[in-house]
């Protein structure tokens, strides 16, 4: 956790870490951090007990910039009062609603740089060692792994061609800037200080 003077916390997914950074470094946004891991995504109690442990921390303004990645994200949240980023997950923060289901549309299942990085730990915590089984589940309805690059982002092109490479699915690029993850998040943030008003 990063703690700084703010008086809003910021409870974010770990996946959007370094874009989430950048973001509050240009707009002088005065929060303070919670980042949670992102594999837990594959771990939903495990999600729920770090959610909650973040949300009960000291009574102030807390802005979640999540996906519902929970089945009960939303009643967590409204439980003490915090506000979340609209939109179903961190791809679609970060594309925009109207790209994001285009590119799912076509068969897209994105590929961010920490899940391409931690690909064998986080699919094998999902499935388990069946290189078999997770080859058909992801060829049944998907058409390609789609690496979205940030201005963020190294590269990780061995990482997600490997994964590819596993699942037998091609690898796509796609470029994202960070203006639809900002607006969103202004707009979150504005909220969040009218509902203390």
């Known amino acids: 956790m990063s703690r700084t003077s703010g008086r809003t916390l910021l409870i974010g997914c770990g ?18 951090t919670w980042f949670i891991d992102s594999s837990l995504h594959v771990d939903l109690e495990m999600l729920s007990r770090e959610l909650e442990a973040a949300l009960a921390l000291p ?9 519902v990645c929970h089945p009960r994200i939303d009643q967590m949240i409204a439980r003490v009062g915090a506000v979340r980023t609209p939109g179903q997950n961190c791809v679609e923060l970060l594309l925009g609603p109207e790209r994001f289901t285009a590119e ?12 391409a990085l931690r690909w064998d730990e986080i699919i094998e915590r999902t ?6 089984v997770i080859r058909d589940i992801f060829r049944e309805d ?9 201005p ?3 590269d ?13 699915l091609p690898v796509r690029w796609l470029d994202a800037g960070l ?19």
């Open 156 to 168: 990780f092109r061995e990482a997600a061609e490997a994964a590819g490479h596993k699942v037998g």
């Open 179 to 197: 203006e639809h993850l900002d607006g969103v998040l202004a707009a979150t943030l504005a909220r969040a200080e009218g509902r203390a008003s």
């Open 59 to 67: 009574p102030r303004r807390k802005v979640v910039c999540y996906g």
């Open 15 to 32: 996946v959007l870490r370094r874009e989430l950074e950048l973001l509050i470094g240009q707009n002088a946004w005065d929060l303070d």
């Open 127 to 132: 499935f388990g060692d069946h290189p078999a």
């Open 152 to 154: 963020c982002s190294g």
């Open 104 to 115: 799912l549309a076509c068969g897209a299942f994105f590929l961010l740089e920490e899940w």
């Open 142 to 150: 998907r058409t390609a792994l789609v690496g979205v690059r940030t």
